[in-house]
């Protein structure tokens, strides 16, 4: 029972093939780069690109379950392929918001992920989280350089999901029956503003980390040089939602695995070394 785990530069990902390899589960990862994956060694790793079909017969090859990403391209034709192949099972990462009639980029890119999964025949979950915490790793580099948190929403809070929680979540879908159609909404366990996040993260480093409010237009800026505008627009109308409106945190993650999810303080020592000066 070969799993497919595609996406293997993910953190979830990786976070995935290493739990399927402590139970003793065959693994393959996939990716449009797989060289580029830091992965354990002995791992089988493959090349799949969903927008190139000719790389998914080997990667498909004695395959009978799969960990997806939302990718929409070529999505529809991996799926084919896959149930060709004998596939039986797909794990899908969406997102909490996905939904194909979204009016936000995100969600109708998720949600239509998920109806491409649904239409091709294959048993599928779908693992929703919400804010990933692996999100504020992007605040490293400053945090590094000025001990310092720059953000515009300090009160905007959130449950933030650590990678190895969707990941577990995911192991069990993978390996145990019972998790076909069911859709999960993976959150941490507890709501935390972005502001007390900064302080977790000078905790788990040692030393204090300042948060300074950043003016809305320059967070926009920032947000436009890695996205789309339409996504930017989607991450500040949430972020700001947030601050009285956020997203209640869930027990699932406890509820799947049978252990509660981790903090973001434990996420945060998890990642100290991504945070200091010389990275551990």
Not at 13 to 21: E, V
Not at 253 to 277: C, I, L, M, N, S
């Amino acid at each position: 029972m070969t799993i497919l785990v595609t996406g293997a530069r993910g953190h979830v990902a990786r976070s995935l093939i290493q739990q399927l390899l402590a139970a003793g589960q065959p693994v393959r990862a996939a990716g449009r780069n797989p060289g580029a994956a830091r992965l354990p060694a002995g791992v089988d790793v493959v090349l799949c690109d969903l927008a190139d079909p000719g790389t998914f017969d080997t990667a498909l090859a004695g395959v009978t379950r799969v960990f997806l990403y939302a990718e929409p391209r070529g999505l529809d034709g991996f799926l084919a392929r896959a149930a060709a192949a004998g596939v039986k099972h797909v794990v899908l990462l969406s997102a909490l918001l996905a939904d194909p009639d979204a009016t936000d980029a995100i969600g109708r890119l998720h949600g239509d992920a998920e109806q491409a999964v649904t239409r091709s025949g294959i048993a599928w979950t779908f693992l929703r989280p919400g804010d990933f915490a692996t999100n504020t790793l992007q605040w490293a580099p400053l945090v590094r350089a000025e001990g310092m948190v720059r953000d515009a929403f300090p009160d905007s809070r959130s449950a933030p999901v650590h990678e190895a929680d969707i990941a577990a979540v995911a192991v069990r879908a993978l390996t145990e029956p019972g998790h076909e159609g069911a859709t999960y909404t993976l959150t941490g366990p507890e709501l935390v503003s972005r502001r007390r996040q900064a302080e977790l993260i000078g905790e788990a480093v040692g030393r204090p980390v300042h948060f300074a409010v950043q003016d809305l237009e320059e967070y926009r800026a920032e947000l436009s040089s890695w996205t789309t505008p339409q996504v930017a627009d989607v991450v500040i109308r949430e972020s700001a939602a947030a601050v009285d409106r956020p997203t209640p945190a869930t027990d699932t993650v406890e509820k799947v695995t049978g252990r509660p999810a981790r903090t973001y303080g434990q996420w945060a020592r998890d990642h100290a070394g991504d945070f200091r000066d010389e990275p551990s």
